[in-house]
Every structure is written in C-alpha cells, then in structure tokens.
C-alpha cells in the first residue's frame, strides 16, 4: 500500500509518500481499505514530534478514517468484509490500509459519505459531550464560541444552536464569521480588532457570558474570560494559538466560576459508554439532516502535507480531509 510516512521529526515537508507493507489484521483487529481521513490538530504536533504521545518512527500520522473493512481477525464478531465504517487510531491514518480494534469502529449511516463520516466523529463528539455531559448547557444560555470557524469551533456553534442556546461565535476572519452565522450564531465577533468583553457585555445586555468554549486559548481565552456572567462555565477544549493560558483562582472564587477541562480522546477508555451514547445521539442528527460537516477543502493522498498546512496557516475552515483513490 501507498502512505505518507515521517522518517523524521520536523517540518511538514518531512512527510513523504512511500510504499509500505499491507497491514495484516491480528486476532482482534480488522483492516480497513480507507477511503477518506481527516486533519486534525494533533497531526501538525505528530509530525513535528511535539505531541503528547510519539509513536516510533516512521509512522503515518491520521487518526481518523472512514472505509470499507477488507480483513477481520478470527476473534472479531460483529463486523464483516465489507461493512462501511468510521474508525479511529491515534495515528497511521493517511494510507490505504489501516488495522483497528474493533471497539474503534462505528458503522456509517446510510446516507453518510466517506468525507462526512472522517470528519464527523471527534469534531462533533467534542462540542457534543463538552457542552451537553461536561458543562450543562441549558436552553436559552448564552454560549461563546472561540475560534468558531474551525474544526471544532464550528461544531460548537452547530450543537449549542441545537440544544437550545444563544450563540456567540468568535473568529479572526469575516470569512469564518460569516460560516458561523450560517451555522446558527446569532452574533459574531472578530478578535483580531473587536474587544471581546465589551462585544459580549453589549450583545447578552450586560450580563455576560454562560458557557464559554474555548479551543484557542492564550489571549482570546483571556479576554473572555472577563466577559463571564456570574455561575459562568468556561470549556478548555484546546490550544490552537500555542499559549496555555493561566487563570487566578481568586476570580474563580469572587465570579463563583467553574473552569472545566474536556479531552474527548480521554474518554475512550475512562468511560467509553459517554462516547458512544454521544455518536449514536449524533448520527441520528446528521441522518435526520440536523448537523452537516462542513468541509472546506479535500486533498488526495501525496498533498496531506498541503492538508496539515492549512489548518497550521489558518487558511482552512470547518474540516479538511484527505481522500485516497
Ligand atoms: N479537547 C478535545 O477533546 C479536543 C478535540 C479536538 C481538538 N482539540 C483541540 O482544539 C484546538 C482546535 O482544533 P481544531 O481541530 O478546531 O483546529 P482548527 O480547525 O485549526 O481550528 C483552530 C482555530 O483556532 C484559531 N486560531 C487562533 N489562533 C491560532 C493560531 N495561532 N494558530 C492556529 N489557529 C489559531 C483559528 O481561527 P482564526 O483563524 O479564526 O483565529 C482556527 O480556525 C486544538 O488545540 C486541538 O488540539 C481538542
């Protein structure tokens, strides 16, 4: 099989398509023939080899597919050759083959495209079990979406609109901006030269923010932060900008603020049912035409390190994918 392979930490251009071996699927894994995976943040820090987990190297970064299963291991019951699924890994995604436990596949829906269902499952089962299972979020709360035109941002702003929610959405483009509003925001607010607590002290009449969904992080998180309403909640989704932002616990105590972290890959282990609840409630969404992904570009297999560039560069909204002929 053909797959785009680091040899060596570094720059994107260190991704290289090179011939491999096919997967073998083990007693418990099935191999899936992938169709589409997508970028996800992580993979800018794989390459680069700052990520929090290193595989050795070489390895494909990817973590995930959507395709069709071609092998099942003799243990494995429940799938076939030849089931459509969405299949995660931690990485070794972008090739033509990948080999998976079973508890890392779900099966597509009908009506869902290989793209749509790579870039489906991690993007909305962030915002989905952040905003629903971590923060409780009521209908009719203010919710404040940063970096709203990306990958996560924008399912945000999709979920919070559909559980009810008056959304905020923040980005730095009119482009994005414009995407969000498309997606339910009910106001939008560039940061790169809009003041952000004043802007959302303006638009919730002063009140102030009851949900905060923070992807960014570093100033962007900061400055919202002041714009929190009393019992606000504030979602450590991610840190897009680089910069970990720290909170004094004092403004936590006179606010009566919560500060909640969310890692949606923590869960696969710790509490794997939250998960799945979350997708199957999703899937049926996306069947009944409630969410749709929005992609802003695809690539075929030799450019993934275009790919992985856009989102670096910010030039990409919603997902990217890469797709495999
Ligand atoms: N907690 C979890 O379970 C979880 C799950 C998935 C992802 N994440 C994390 O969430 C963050 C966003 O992921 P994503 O997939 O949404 O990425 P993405 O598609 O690249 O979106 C990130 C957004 O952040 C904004 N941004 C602001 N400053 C930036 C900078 N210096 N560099 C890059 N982007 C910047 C960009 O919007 P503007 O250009 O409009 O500013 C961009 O649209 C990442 O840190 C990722 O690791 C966390």
């Known amino acids: 099989m053909k797959a785009m392979i680091v040899k060596e930490h570094g720059p994107l251009e260190n991704l290289m398509l090179e011939s491999m071996p096919d997967p073998v699927a083990g007693d418990n894994q099935v191999v899936i023939d992938v169709k589409a995976c997508a970028v996800n943040f992580a993979d800018i820090l794989l390459v680069d080899g700052s990520y929090q987990e290193k595989p050795p190297l070489p390895f494909s970064p990817g973590a995930e597919v959507a395709g069709i299963i071609s092998q099942v291991g003799v243990q494995v019951s429940g799938w076939k050759m030849g089931d459509k699924v969405q299949g995660m890994a931690s990485w070794g995604g972008f ?26 499952v991690v993007a909305y089962g962030t915002s989905h079990v ?52 498309d997606k339910g925001a009910e106001f939008t607010i560039n940061y790169t030269h809009e003041n952000l607590r004043d802007k959302i002290k303006e638009y919730t009449g002063g009140k102030g923010a009851n949900v905060v969904y923070d992807p960014v992080g570093g100033d962007v998180f900061r400055r919202t932060f002041r714009a929190m309403a009393p019992e606000g909640r504030m979602i450590v989704i991610g840190f897009a ?38 997708t199957r409630q999703l899937f049926e969404w996306y069947e009944e035409g409630l969410i749709k992904p929005h992609i802003s570009a695809t690539f075929p297999l030799d450019k993934t390190g275009d790919a992985i560039r856009a989102l670096r560069d910010r030039t990409s909204s919603g997902k990217v994918v890469v797709t495999m002929t």
């Open 95 to 120: 090739a033509e083959k990948i080999a998976v436990p079973p508890e890392a596949l779900c099966p597509l829906p009908d009506n869902m495209s290989y793209v749509d269902a790579a870039a489906f």
């Open 130 to 181: 952040a905003l629903d299972y971590r923060a409780k979020l009521q209908k009719g709360e203010w919710l404040v979406v940063n970096g709203a035109g990306g990958g996560v941002g924008l399912t945000a702003v999709e979920i919070g609109k559909l559980m009810g929610a008056r959304v905020i959405a923040t980005a730095g483009s009119d482009e994005k901006l414009a995407l969000a509003r």
């Open 241 to 278: 900008c680089g910069d970990i932002p720290q909170v004094p616990a004092n403004h936590l105590l006179v606010k009566n603020i919560e500060l909640i972290g969310f890692f949606w890959g923590a869960y696969r282990k710790f509490k794997p049912q939250i998960l799945q609840e979350s």
